[in-house]
């Protein structure tokens, strides 16, 4: 939302794709939450995911990064339409067993090439700091970081420029603390 209380074109755009839902849900960090973005959603729709790449790309542009770089899963999608917007590669980080990301099937980074990293939903950056940790292993140049959603309301840092297409400042409970647990609100499990 706007500070007028009207919708972003980003919350338009995950509104119409049906990605953005209100309820009670409980997290994947166990956490209940009263808005859910449930990224796949959006991803099954091609315009509207373009669009939101079109924001992150360019914002992206005046860095000049000559390769896109996400996470693995949803991260793929996000970092391939980027790229494609910007006429440049894209390559994605694999979770490793012990922990970790890495780039895997033949994916390089030249050293100093300038490295954009994305991710479709920021909750607590873990994601994002592995593909980092995974570009600096190959002696990339990160020249920022941008997400589709970021549900920390404007508080990651990375260190190094950012962008969210849309920004979420909304609380999140443990269960024993949920207002919605307490109006007896019926709990989605994500």
Same mark, same amino acid.
């Given at each position: ?22 309820? *009670?849900?409980?997290l994947?960090?166990g956490? *209940? ?15 509207? +995911? ?9 914002? =992206? ?61 920021? +909750? /607590? ?20 970081v ?8 404007? /508080? ?5 420029p950012?962008? =969210? ?5 909304l609380?999140?409970?443990? =269960? ?5 647990c307490?109006?007896n609100?019926?709990? /989605?499990?994500?």
């Open positions: 939302m706007t500070a007028g209380g009207e919708p972003t074109d980003a919350e338009r755009l995950l509104r119409d794709a049906t990605a953005m839902l209100d309820g *009670h849900f409980q994947t960090s956490k *209940h939450s009263s808005l859910y973005i449930e990224k796949f959603r959006l991803l099954e729709q091609p315009a509207q +995911t373009e669009a939101l790449c079109r924001m992150i790309a360019d914002w =992206a542009r005046p860095f000049l990064p000559e390769l896109i770089a996400g996470p693995t899963t949803g991260g793929i999608i996000i970092s391939y339409e980027v790229a494609r917007l910007l006429r440049v590669r894209s390559i994605f980080a694999e979770q490793l067993n012990g922990g970790g990301r890495a780039f895997q099937r033949g994916f390089m980074i030249a050293p100093g090439e300038r490295v954009l990293v994305v991710d479709d939903v920021l +909750t /607590t950056g873990g994601s994002v700091r592995e593909v980092l940790a995974a570009v600096r292993d190959m002696g990339g140049d990160i020249v920022g941008a997400v589709l959603v970021d549900r920390t309301g404007g /508080t990651a840092d990375f260190g190094v950012f962008f =969210a297409c849309m920004t979420v400042d609380p999140s409970y443990q =269960a024993g603390q949920c207002p919605l307490a109006k609100v019926p709990l /989605t499990i994500t």
